[in-house]
């Protein structure tokens, strides 16, 4: 799957889907969106700021690509079929490019430490050392491994215990500082609580990686000033490097939020540049996620805007007008190869030319024009699906059981005024 806009976007705000591994639901109204995506629940705030609240002890970002193709893995023996898209290099360039924003993760909290297999190891060897026991000829090696075993296993048993401690504290402090920045209040000055300051690095490096961005969230929300914000920074100990992947998580959690409810109105959009602006954050770092914004943009504008009539040389029906045309290709699905491993069978596919030529769109009718000329009437589309990724147009025809795949070179426009057609 790849980026995808639908034909339900509309004029004024624009609607699509994103790939099926990143894809949220979401409700409420404009300035107070409640979100839940892939990486938990959040709220994100509109009109010049943000505030959000993120999964308590977890991970809460997502790394590597946004936009990338995502495979399923099949389990072994179910004697099903799965099938891989691979990219046989026909479609036309896409104007965006794939994501290269990578957002670490905080430093995990530490995991409580199995003790059964060394407490059971430790009982054995206790039993052996009570049953084979001398005053003369003690059984040594058994007492050793007794002692070692049985002393690792209480020293697990401490440890889990503090631990356990130490996140549950970590989950309280965070849930109410959120709660805190989610009501738009402003977030306390104690920092790094004082219960958690005696724990460990982790503990204390999970919590100052998400607590700085609550932080960073009140200053978007201008409900503190960036002295403040840097002297969090400086409290909570975080090095430049985690200030910044903050910023990035921040900025991407508004980013997702906004696109992935399947709309980007004017103040959505004037929102995200708010917040990257006022985070300073290196153009090059968002490059694919601002040219995401531009291309959402010029969408808005041509389905807003009056569709202007072209010279077109095919032959028109009376009260026929050409509207765009582009260079395009019909694309046909075609299997690859296949294979069958351990009763699953993997079919990869791609895709071919059909025909090749130039797509001519009126408001009666999709025509590409090459050797031949084949008709696509617009009554008979029922779906409409843009791919940004790879340029491609996915049409649903209600006189064809599969998918009809376009490629354009200006795939954009041409959905963009397909879809002004449709809505007449």
Do not use: W
């Not at 990486?39 to 009109?47: E, P």
């Not at 306390?188 to 690095?201: D, F, G, K, M």
């Not at 050409?322 to 699953?344: H, M, N, P, V």
């Amino acid at each position: 799957m790849g980026f995808f806009i639908r034909k339900s976007f509309r004029a004024g705000p624009i609607r699509f889907n994103l790939s099926k591994s990143g894809i949220g639901v979401s409700a409420g109204v404009k300035g107070a969106r409640v979100g839940v995506g892939p990486r938990g629940a959040y709220v994100a705030g509109g009109r010049g700021g943000l505030y959000f609240r993120e999964t308590i002890g977890g991970s809460s970002a997502r790394s590597g690509n946004r936009i990338s193709s995502t495979s399923v893995q099949a389990p072994r023996g179910t004697g099903e079929l799965f099938d891989e898209f691979l990219d046989t290099g026909l479609t036309y360039e896409s104007p965006i490019k794939k994501s290269t924003l990578h957002i670490k993760q905080p430093p995990a909290l530490p995991e409580p430490k199995s003790f059964k297999a060394t407490l059971v190891i430790g009982i054995i060897f206790l039993l052996i050392s009570l049953l084979n026991f001398s005053p003369k000829n003690p059984p040594i090696f058994s007492i050793i491994v007794t002692i070692v075993f049985l002393g690792t296993s209480a020293y697990f048993i401490l440890y889990n215990k503090d631990v356990k401690q130490h996140a549950e504290l970590t989950k309280q402090f965070l849930e109410k500082l959120f709660k805190i920045v989610e009501e738009g209040k402003k977030p306390p000055s104690t920092y790094i609580p004082e219960s958690l300051s005696n724990a460990s690095s982790n503990f204390k490096k999970h919590y100052s990686n998400k607590a700085i961005r609550a932080y960073i969230a009140s200053f978007c929300n201008e409900v503190i000033a960036e002295k403040e914000l840097e002297t969090a920074k400086m409290k909570l100990e975080i090095s430049n490097d985690e200030f910044l992947n903050a910023k990035l998580h921040v900025f991407s959690n508004l980013f997702d939020t906004y696109l992935e409810d399947g709309e980007l109105d004017v103040e959505e959009e004037a929102s995200i540049k708010s917040v990257a602006k006022k985070l300073n954050i290196p153009r090059e770092t968002i490059e694919s996620e601002m040219q995401v914004i531009s291309v959402m943009s010029s969408i808005r504008e041509d389905v807003n805007s009056a569709l202007s009539p072209i010279e077109t040389p095919l032959p028109l029906q009376k009260g026929e007008i050409c509207y765009y045309r582009s260079d395009a290709k019909i694309l046909k699905e075609k299997t690859l190869s296949t294979q069958t491993i351990s009763g699953t069978k993997y079919k990869k596919k791609g895709f071919d030319i059909e025909k090749e030529g130039t797509a001519y769109l009126t408001n009666k009718k999709i025509a590409i024009v090459g050797a031949g000329v084949y008709t696509i009437p617009i009554s008979k589309i029922v779906d409409v699906v843009l791919n940004i990724e790879n340029s491609i147009i996915e049409l649903s025809l209600d006189n064809r059981k599969t998918s009809l795949y376009l490629t354009l070179a200006m795939a954009i426009p041409f959905a963009a005024k397909l879809e002004k057609i449709m809505q007449k």
